[in-house]
């Protein structure tokens, strides 16, 4: 298999696993954290009532920020076949 589809291949996958969180992120605040909320380390328990809030929406941007320094290193790493870049 060619290492270049391999690398784009993460590409769609990071994508593909972020559009499902995007999808599913107030669903499971309101239907899941609340079950879950007093087994949680206390940590984790303070990050996600910091996020509680969040929308799809703002989550969707933070998945933009996110993608575009993945894309530019993986078309710079596949154009200029330095993979240890990946």
Same mark, same amino acid.
């Given at each position: ?38 087994? @949680? ?6 990050? *996600? ?5 969040? /929308?799809?929406?703002? $989550?969707? +941007?933070?998945?933009? @920020? ?6 530019? *290193? ?5 154009? /200029?076949?330095?993979? $240890?870049? +990946?």
């Amino acid at each position: 298999m060619d290492i270049n589809l391999l690398i784009w291949s993460y590409l769609i996958v990071f994508m593909l696993h972020n559009f499902e969180e995007i999808l599913m992120i107030e669903r499971w605040y309101k239907k899941t954290y609340p079950r879950i909320e007093g087994m @949680l380390p206390s940590f984790v328990k303070n990050e *996600l009532e910091r996020n509680k809030s969040m /929308t799809a929406a703002q $989550f969707c +941007f933070i998945v933009f @920020l996110l993608f575009i320094p993945v894309s530019a *290193l993986i078309i710079i790493t596949v154009l /200029t076949e330095q993979y $240890f870049l +990946f």
